[in-house]
């Protein structure tokens, strides 16, 4: 299938320009190039029809999962006839194992799995694998580990009416694809034997198969979605995709196997000769115990650790992520678009994650509690990164020396489009500084002027803490207020932006995750509380892309709280100024009147979650005592084996249960 774009506009403004420019550059085979589009320019817009016009798959890597979350609905607005996907951490909680020699402490990796991120990672890689209209719009997990793509796909069930198998043959097969039987609780990776047939929950979560057999063979293949009332598709054939994506043929696993014992001998050898008694019990203990797993179940928690094996990589290379499931051409190039969104932010963040990592796993490794292999376990390096992409995109209001460095010629042409001019014709808000005594005051008066005109506000702290406080001082001023940092849960996020839009709230505070990229139109007022402490939180880049959260307003206004004017706040505020005049230059010449945007509130991520989540087609037969009986007993059985992560997603099954027949 092909990318055909759909909107009810057309390209306006400098955004024609702009894709020409980039799509010319894409073409001649230019490697990097960069989008500087002010908030609110569309470069979403800009970069579907790019898209569309080059035909090719795309990944488009975010640095926070809340602005991830709004670029999947509105590429899926844009594609509806194509794949677009949402891949990002599927941990809701995740504190990852480490040791801390100074105090002798070993903290146990501990994780609760969101199991519909799961799923949408896995409708994700099975579509990069069986079509090219797809869209990934990512965080930076997708330089993590994500099992082989070749493997994966090998390990893929084809069937098709009329093929010579049974009941059995298939359930042999789904095992070692790693589902799970689930006669009375079915879920996504899951099946159940019914009578002549077999139901398959699929791991992404969207699509149940129901195979029936007839005289040893195939008699039909049925597709349904999980809603309630979808209604079953006749079918000719189907791909099964694995139920993890760190699967492993029986042969090669037994391969796998013998390279761990391996290694263990040459660490045990090691620890001898360095008069490490504790730490060789340890390595001994522990990998012998994950042999014993693997051996007997195929799996075990953890068995990330021992990616390099499964694989047969040597020491050093680099792991397998989402980023090769991408197609490639015969001669191995990436075959596809990279786009960076927000690269200042992002490129730095793909940068960090490899080094961090290293640092705690080598600690583990030292101690005796992880085989070296682990360190292979690990994010790609940012040369690795760059090797396993080709054409890519950075888009940014605010691109850094980075960007403007890859994007130049050794001639020194640069590859740069310049979107300045919205759409619309608004210009980017007014500024002014106040002085941070009183600022809470003062930042109440304000506030209270855009809550009287139905207009929201957004206040920009430097910490969590202060956020919560600020957040608490306007409540009990009698605004509607609320924050949004980091610990809020990922499927959350979505929603309290949402609920400001609705006028739930008419405030929000936040830190870092009110910069990039939200479009909240109704906002008309930001205030930066201590505008003038020079650091990361206030720097020109950053200030920059805090006052674009008002560039949607036709009143914005943008107030810095700061007793001196820093280098920064001079830099932010004469880019703006800069901004404001080609703006409103464009405006007069072309006799265009500023109007207010007005922007349908869509559902959020988690809303469209919830209504395949919830449902109670799930709980299919059998009184409920039975089924939580069964689920008790479960539970305990994967505690007794030590599969803890699996323990916990029953046990907030059980309570699942307990809730809706309360």
Avoid at 188 to 193: E, H, K, Y
Avoid at 331 to 360: C, K, W
């Amino acid at each position: 299938m092909k990318f055909r774009l759909k909107a009810p506009y057309k390209p306006t403004g400098d955004q024609p320009q702009a894709i020409e420019t980039l799509v010319a550059n894409l073409n001649a085979g230019v490697r990097d190039q960069t989008l500087l589009g002010v908030t609110g320019s569309g470069k979403t817009f800009t970069i579907a029809n790019v898209i569309e016009r080059v035909q090719k798959p795309t990944l488009v890597i975010s640095h926070n999962k809340t602005l991830a979350a709004q670029l999947y609905q509105e590429f899926k607005e844009f594609f509806p006839e194509s794949a677009v996907h949402y891949f990002v951490s599927y941990y809701d909680y995740y504190q990852p194992e480490a040791y801390i020699p100074r105090s002798d402490t070993y903290i146990e990796k501990d994780a609760k799995i969101n199991e519909k991120i799961d799923a949408f990672r896995h409708a994700t890689t099975a579509d990069l694998l069986t079509r090219r209209d797809v869209i990934v719009v990512a965080s930076v997990s997708c330089i993590y580990g994500a099992g082989d793509p070749e493997e994966y796909a090998k390990m893929a069930i084809n069937i098709h009416v009329g093929q010579k198998s049974s009941p059995r043959d298939i359930i042999q097969k789904l095992v070692l694809l790693q589902y799970s039987r689930n006669v009375l609780d079915p879920r996504q990776g899951t099946f159940r034997p019914r009578e002549n047939a077999v139901e398959i929950y699929l791991p992404s979560g969207e699509e149940i198969i129901l195979v029936e057999f007839e005289k040893n063979a195939i008699s039909a293949i049925r597709k349904k979605s999980v809603a309630l009332a979808a209604i079953p598709e006749m079918i000719g054939a189907f791909r099964i995709f694995p139920a993890k994506h760190f699967v492993t043929p029986k042969d090669k696993l037994l391969l796998a196997i013998l390279r761990i014992k391996d290694e263990l001998r040459s660490q045990i050898e090691k620890f001898k000769k360095e008069g490490k008694v504790l730490e060789l019990e340890r390595i001994k203990q522990r990998t012998n115990f994950d042999l014993e797993m693997l051996q007997n179940a195929g799996y075990v928690a953890g068995i990330e650790n021992y990616s390099r094996h499964f694989s047969f990589r040597d020491a050093g290379d680099p792991p397998y992520t989402l980023i090769d499931y991408f197609p490639r051409t015969t001669n191995g190039r990436a075959d596809f678009l990279t786009v960076i969104d927000e690269s200042h932010a992002t490129i730095p963040q793909v940068r960090g994650m490899y080094n961090g990592d290293q640092a705690r796993k080598l600690t583990l490794v030292n101690y005796g509690f992880r085989l070296p292999s682990a360190l292979d376990n690990r994010p790609l390096k940012f040369e690795e990164f760059r090797n396993k992409t080709a054409q890519t995109i950075y888009a940014s209001a605010t691109p850094a020396d980075y960007e403007y460095k890859v994007s130049q010629n050794k001639k020194g042409v640069r590859y740069v489009a310049e979107q300045v001019i919205r759409p619309t014709g608004l210009i980017d808000p007014e500024l002014e500084v106040r002085p941070t005594q009183n600022q809470i005051r003062d930042l109440v008066i304000e506030i209270k002027k855009r809550v009287a005109k139905k207009e929201r506000a957004l206040v920009i702290a430097l910490t969590k803490r202060l956020a919560e406080d600020v957040a608490q001082y306007l409540s009990d001023q009698g605004i509607k207020t609320t924050y949004l940092h980091s610990e809020i849960k990922t499927l959350d996020r979505p929603d309290i932006l949402t609920d400001l839009r609705k006028g739930e709230y008419d405030v929000l505070v936040g830190i870092n995750l009110l910069r990039e990229g939200l479009d909240l139109p109704e906002v008309s007022f930001i205030g930066i509380l201590d505008a003038d402490k020079e650091g990361f939180l206030r720097n020109d880049r950053t200030l920059l892309q805090i006052i674009g959260r008002a560039a949607r307003h036709l009143d914005g206004k943008v107030i810095l709280y700061g007793d001196v004017i820093t280098d920064s706040m001079k830099r932010a505020m004469d880019e703006t100024n800069r901004r404001r005049k080609i703006q409103a230059e464009y405006n007069k010449k072309h006799k265009i009147t500023p109007t207010q945007i007005v922007k349908a509130i869509r559902k959020t991520l988690s809303e469209e979650v919830k209504e395949t989540a919830d449902e109670p087609s799930f709980i299919t037969e059998g009184p409920k005592k039975k089924l939580r009986d069964s689920l008790v007993h479960e539970m305990r059985k994967a505690a007794k084996s030590m599969n803890f992560e699996l323990a916990a997603r029953i046990r907030d099954r059980i309570k699942q249960l307990d809730s809706s027949t309360a």
